[in-house]
């Protein structure tokens, strides 16, 4: 067991509630968790009263539970979404509570399970949770998702040990590097940002950070308008994608921290400066994909808009991206509007109008 674990999962815990769900006195948090969460969902329930909550509602799942009921439930279950789940996220929705949800579950938990089943539950539950997910998106009210270990993932981490002892790798070795905040903010000047170290002794130190000038990218896009260059990108007309402004033009940047070592910011200052003056270009060089075709044969640089629909992913690249129909609803809205293939999403039917 991690030493003093019960007092950094305490600590964990206010965090997410104190910082990344701010809850407000007379408030009422839903938190959504799992049973094997449940000391930290204690927790975090005790830190939701402690920030003056008016109550706290806190529901469960169950990987096991979730499972037994794709392969073996009755067909025509997953074509249903019951009226007290409706009643349940109206209820929030009309609350306007801030919505604390974990992610940590097995990663083969619907391994071998029908995709039909699967297809069949995310469509019939998108409909009558779509009014409450909108909201989300649009933060009508404030969310958070933590992230707890279990088993499962430590075990798939480290393949050669079990239990509690992947659980402990996972801890100690398993993560060394975290992304928090990208800067700051005003209340919270004093706590890690960006890019962070985790210390031996479980401190968080600050290292780097991406940094956006909205003035500046402001002042560009009117005067962009104004000019009427602000389709001049676009090559279909359809789009306005000619706001592609980077470090040379002061809209990105980096922050580095007093604390990263001397050598290491010199090179990002090195690499910083390759990028403003075009001498160092991560998109003109040999790029292949993960099935082997070639993007980039080195001889050519790609453009913008080649970058934003960028759809594929490196050979490099461990990982794949998840087609639309497995995106949850409470991310269909930005992924129609900004996600890599949005072009191709099929339109959503709408209501009448009158």
Same mark, same amino acid.
């Given at each position: 067991?991690?030493?003093?674990? %019960?007092?950094?999962?305490? %600590?964990?815990?206010?965090?997410?509630?104190?910082?990344?769900?701010?809850? =407000?006195?007379? =408030?009422?948090? *839903?938190i959504e968790s799992n049973v094997e969460y449940a000391a930290l969902?204690?927790?975090?329930?005790?830190?939701?009263?402690?920030?003056g909550a008016r109550n706290v509602v806190p529901y469960y799942g169950d990987d096991f539970t979730t499972r037994e009921s794709f392969l073996r439930a009755d067909g025509a279950v997953f074509e249903e979404y019951p009226?007290?789940?409706?009643?349940?996220?109206? $209820?929030?929705?009309? =609350?306007? *509570?801030?919505?604390?949800?974990?992610?940590?579950?097995?990663?083969?938990?619907?391994?071998?399970?029908?995709?039909?089943?699967?297809? /069949?539950?995310?469509? /019939? *539950?998108?409909p009558p949770t779509k009014p409450y997910f909108d909201a989300l998106t649009a933060n009508k009210f404030q969310w958070c998702v933590g992230a707890h270990p279990t088993p499962a993932w430590a075990e798939k981490v480290f393949p050669g040990r079990k239990g509690e002892d992947a659980m402990d790798a996972l801890a100690w070795e398993g993560? *060394?590097?975290i992304s928090n905040r990208d800067i700051p903010t005003p209340d919270r000047i004093r706590e890690p940002w960006g890019l962070c170290q985790m210390r031996p002794d479980g401190v968080l130190r600050s290292l780097a950070a991406p940094y956006w000038h909205w003035g500046n990218f402001y002042v560009k896009l009117i005067r962009g308008i104004f000019s009427g260059n602000w389709d001049a990108l676009s090559s279909n007309g359809e789009r306005a994608v000619n706001y592609w402004w980077g470090m040379k033009s002061r809209v990105v940047d980096v922050i580095l921290s007093?604390?990263?070592?001397?050598?290491?910011?010199?090179l990002v200052q090195i690499l910083r400066r390759g990028?403003?003056?075009?001498?160092?270009?991560?998109?003109?060089?040999?790029i292949r994909d993960q099935s082997g075709k070639?993007?980039?044969?080195?001889? /050519? $640089?790609?453009?913008p808009e080649a970058v934003l629909h960028m759809d594929w992913l490196c050979d490099s690249v461990d990982g794949s991206i998840p087609p639309f129909e497995d995106i949850l609803p409470m991310s269909e809205t930005i992924v129609r509007l =900004?996600?890599?293939?949005?072009?191709?999403?099929?339109?959503?039917k709408e209501g009448p109008l009158l």
């Amino acid at each position: 067991m991690v030493p003093d674990f %019960e007092a950094k999962l305490s %600590e964990y815990a206010r965090l997410l509630v104190e910082v990344g769900l701010n809850v =407000q006195p007379g =408030q009422t948090p *839903s938190i959504e968790s799992n049973v094997e969460y449940a000391a930290l969902t204690r927790m975090c329930v005790s830190a939701c009263y402690d920030c003056g909550a008016r109550n706290v509602v806190p529901y469960y799942g169950d990987d096991f539970t979730t499972r037994e009921s794709f392969l073996r439930a009755d067909g025509a279950v997953f074509e249903e979404y019951p009226s007290y789940m409706k009643a349940r996220v109206d $209820w929030f929705l009309e =609350q306007k *509570s801030p919505r604390l949800s974990f992610t940590g579950s097995n990663p083969e938990l619907l391994k071998g399970v029908d995709p039909a089943r699967i297809q /069949a539950r995310r469509k /019939a *539950s998108g409909p009558p949770t779509k009014p409450y997910f909108d909201a989300l998106t649009a933060n009508k009210f404030q969310w958070c998702v933590g992230a707890h270990p279990t088993p499962a993932w430590a075990e798939k981490v480290f393949p050669g040990r079990k239990g509690e002892d992947a659980m402990d790798a996972l801890a100690w070795e398993g993560v *060394s590097l975290i992304s928090n905040r990208d800067i700051p903010t005003p209340d919270r000047i004093r706590e890690p940002w960006g890019l962070c170290q985790m210390r031996p002794d479980g401190v968080l130190r600050s290292l780097a950070a991406p940094y956006w000038h909205w003035g500046n990218f402001y002042v560009k896009l009117i005067r962009g308008i104004f000019s009427g260059n602000w389709d001049a990108l676009s090559s279909n007309g359809e789009r306005a994608v000619n706001y592609w402004w980077g470090m040379k033009s002061r809209v990105v940047d980096v922050i580095l921290s007093d604390m990263l070592p001397d050598g290491v910011g010199q090179l990002v200052q090195i690499l910083r400066r390759g990028v403003m003056d075009g001498s160092i270009d991560p998109f003109q060089r040999f790029i292949r994909d993960q099935s082997g075709k070639v993007r980039n044969d080195g001889s /050519a $640089w790609f453009s913008p808009e080649a970058v934003l629909h960028m759809d594929w992913l490196c050979d490099s690249v461990d990982g794949s991206i998840p087609p639309f129909e497995d995106i949850l609803p409470m991310s269909e809205t930005i992924v129609r509007l =900004q996600g890599v293939y949005r072009d191709r999403i099929p339109p959503k039917k709408e209501g009448p109008l009158l």
